[in-house]
Structure formats: C-alpha cells, structure tokens
C-alpha cells in the first residue's frame, strides 16, 4: 500500500462512526452489594430455622410440623443462593481486568460484558427506529406523548428501537436496564453515532436519496 492510500484509509477510519459506553466498575459493587443484602435476607430464616428441626418420629408426633417448614424454608434458601451467585458474577465484573462496555465501530455494536459474556451485531444488519419512523397505529399507547416530538427532540432524548436478526431481544432495552442510564444520557452517547448508521445504510441503498445532516424524517431501507 502506497502512501496516499494510506493517508486516506486512515482518513476514512478517522470519519468513521465509533461510540463507547464503558460499564461502570460503581455500578457493577453497587449491583453486588444489593444482590448480596437480598441474598442474606432471604438465606437467613433457612439457615436460622433448619439445622434446629427434629425429623426423629415420636409416639405422639409424626414431625408434619417439621415436615412443613422445612418445605418452606427451601425455597427462601434456593433464593438466597441464586442472590449470592449473581452477586458474585457482579462482584467478577467489578474486577474484571479488561474495560467492559458497549464498543461501537463502523462495523460492529460489541457488548463485551466479561462474565456476562460478550456479544458482537454486525451494523449492516441492525435496524434502528425513532418512533417518528413508525406508523402511529404501531406505537404503544404509554409512548403516545414521546411520539408527538419533534424529531430532532426524540434523537436528543430517546434511544431507538435497536434490533438485529441474531437475537429476539431489543438492543436498546439490554444497555438501558444493563448500563443503569437515563435514555437522556444514552442518547446523548450513541445518538451522534447511530445516526450515522442510519445514514450509512440508507446511503448503501439508495445513493440517490442521501439523507442530509438535518434530514431525520428519511427511514432507512432495511438490508
């Protein structure tokens, strides 16, 4: 590769759309120590109740009682332990040795999550809608207010519908509930660059309706 085509690849990748939404080492202790005080509450009545009972039959008791509550106390104390694992896969990301977050490059949206594992999406294939790309009979009545925006207003303060083919789950919901963020905040970080997907495909596949950097009403044709 001669000089000039390496002046402009590297032109190219500098102009190209990237985001990141790193995932907060406070949040991840936040999130253990939560789970952990659920964990302790829901596993101390079995641990307290349990190791007190007496299954040993008498001649005037066949231990239902004992029999009942241990029944009961099962449950609490299964509870107690899938508390005490999650809280301890949060406690892993906290100290995880690598950044964790949600990586976005011209090419891929990447949740790397460490031991909540790590997913990558290719761009070409996602499909990003503002309520103002939808028709109004599809829009959940409790987002009827949000739809009737501006669309320059919805793309400063809401997250779009993310979807990709390779999973049933919206994309949008996983970094809202994930990253513990306002849709305010996420859209202020990944609008600019979703954005520019949206404009990136609708270019691809109709170069002749290019969408300008003003013009937000345009939705993109899916691949």
Known sequence: MNSTQSTKTAQTDAHAPKAALPLSRWTCLD???RRFILA?????????VIPRLDFTPTATSNRITEISLLLLMLPLLLAGLISALAAARW????????PLGLFASDQTLSFQLGPFGTQAFDTKR???????????????????????????????SQLPAITHPDTPNRLDRLILRFFAIPPERAA???????????EKKTTRNNPANAPTSTDHNDTPEHP
Do not use: H, M, N
């Not at 302790?40 to 307290?48: D, G, M, Q, R």
């Not at 202020?188 to 949206?198: D, F, M, N, S, V």
């Open 91 to 98: 406690l892993l990301a906290a100290c995880w040795p690598k």
């Open 126 to 156: 996602l499909r990003i809608q503002y309520l103002f790309d939808l028709d109004p009979d599809d829009i959940d009545p409790d987002l009827v207010y949000e739809s009737l925006q501006p669309p320059e207003k919805q793309i400063q």
């Open 31 to 33: 999130r253990t120590l």
């Open 40 to 48: 302790a509450i829901l596993a101390l009545p079995p641990v307290t």
């Open 188 to 198: 202020a970080i990944l609008g600019p660059y979703l954005q520019a997907i949206r």
